[in-house]
């Protein structure tokens, strides 16, 4: 079991690809995983289980939000 944080990237079969902190990718088996987690998702290993951090996955998500307004303005 990986440590997170875990960014999932996308889903491939039964597993989940994400990326850690270090860019690098590790495949995570989605009945690991809890209901509901989908792309952009950001999960942590909490006592040994997989949950979904919804703070940080909205904050990563405005951020994204953000740099895609700037690279789009006039």
């Not at 995983?33 to 990563?60: F, H, M, S």
Request: negative net charge; charged residues 30%.
């Amino acid at each position: 079991m990986k440590t997170g944080p875990l960014i999932v990237d996308r889903f491939e079969g039964g597993f989940a690809v994400c990326e850690q902190e270090d860019s690098t990718m590790v495949d995570v088996n989605v009945k690991f995983l809890p209901e509901g987690t989908k792309e952009g998702d950001v999960l942590r290993v909490e006592n040994g289980v997989y949950a979904i951090d919804a703070d940080a996955t909205l904050e990563r998500t405005k951020h994204i939000r953000q740099l895609m307004g700037e690279l789009w303005e006039d």
